[in-house]
C-alpha cells in the first residue's frame, strides 16, 4: 500500500495529478482483490464441464470486447478535447454529427451485439435439453426459503426426495428441471454452466454435465430474502456406479428400517413426534412437508443450506443455535426443548446416515 500512496506520475510528469496515480493504485487494488475469484469450487473461470467452458469464453469475449470498446470511446473523447482552428458551416456540422449518431450509434451496437449474440446463442444451445440418444438422468431442484429440496424421480425402485445436497452421476450429461415453492430463486453451479431461474408454477430446464467427479459449490443466484446468501448448496459428481448405489441407499424401504431400528433413540423418535414432526419428513415416522427432509439428514456434508458442516454434535449445535448461525431462517427458535432433548434428536438425526 505504501508504493499507492506515492504520487508516482503516471500519465506524464506535469498532467499526472496525484489522484490519477491513487486511482490507478485503487483499480490495481480492485482487479487483484478480484483476481481472488478466479479458483475456488464456484469460479465460472474454472470450468469442469462443456457448458461452463463455452460460459468462459463467452466471458472472455465480452471482456475483451469491452474492454476493446472502452478505449476507443476513450480515445475519441480525449480527441474531443483536442482544440482546433477549423470553421464549419452548419451543413457541414449536421453531416458530422449525423455520421457519428449512424456510425458509433447504431452500426456500432448493431455489429458488438450480433457478434457476442453469435458466442453466446451457441453456448445457450448447448445448455437445452435438447433430445438425446439415450434420455439423461433427470434431478429436479426446488427452492425453498432458504433450502433446496432435491428429487430423483428416475430412480430404480421409486422416487428418492433428499434435500441441501445434489449428488448427479459424472460423465454424462444430466437434466435439471428446477422450480420454486415459494418465491423466485436461481440454481447455479458456476464450474458445471450458467444459472437458471427458479419459478414457482413453472419448470425451467437446464443441461449440465461434470467432465469428472469432483465437488462444486452452488448458490442461489436470485435475491431470494434475507436467507439469500445463506442458501448454497453441496454438489457432487460421483461415477455412474456409485450414484446408482447411493440412490439404491436411499430408498424408501431403507430410509424407514434405518429410522425406526435403532431402540436407543426411542425417547429422540418420541420427542420429534412432538417437536419436530409437523414441519419434518422422516420416512417410516412423520409426514411434514415444510422443512427439508430429514431421512437421510446425517449423510449430508452441510447442514443449514451450507452454514456448518456436519460432524459430531453438528445437529444439536444447529438446533440450539440455528437462529444465531442463520437469522430469520423459517425454523422456529426451540428455546422451550430441553439441551438434552435437542442433544438427544441431535445424535439420533446424525445417525440417519443411509
Ligand atoms: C415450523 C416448522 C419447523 C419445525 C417445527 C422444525 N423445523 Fe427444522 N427446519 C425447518 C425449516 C424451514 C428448515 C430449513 C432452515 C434453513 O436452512 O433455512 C429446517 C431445518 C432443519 C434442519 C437442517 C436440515 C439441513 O439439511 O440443513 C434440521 C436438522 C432440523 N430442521 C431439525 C429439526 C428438529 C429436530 C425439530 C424439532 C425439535 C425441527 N427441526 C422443528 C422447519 C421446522
Ligand atoms: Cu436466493
Redesign the pocket.
Known sequence: MRECNRTTPIIGSHLAPQWASQSACLLGTVLLVSLAGCAGDKSILDPAGPAARDVRLIWWVMLVFATLVLIGVTVLWLYAFKPRNVVRTPAQERRIARRWIIGGGIMLPVASIITLLMFGVSAGQRMLPLPLGEPPEVIEVIGHQ??WEVRYPGAQGGEVIT??QLVMPAGEPVDFHVSSADVIHAFWVPRLGGKIDMLPGRVNKIRLEADEPAVFGAQCAELCGV?HAHMQLHVEAVPRREFDAWLTARQEVVLRELAVADATHDGARD??KT??A???QIAGVSQGG???T?SD?GG?AM???GVIAMEEGA?SR??QHHQTL?PS????D?GD?ETDT?DA?GAW?EALSP
Do not use: E, T
Open positions: 432458504w433450502w434435500a441441501n436467507g420427542a420429534f417437536h419436530c409437523s414441519c419434518h415444510i422443512g427439508p430429514l439428514v449430508r447442514l443449514g443450506a445437529v444447529w438446533l442463520k431462517n423459517k425454523m422456529p426451540h426443548v435437542l434428536l438425526l
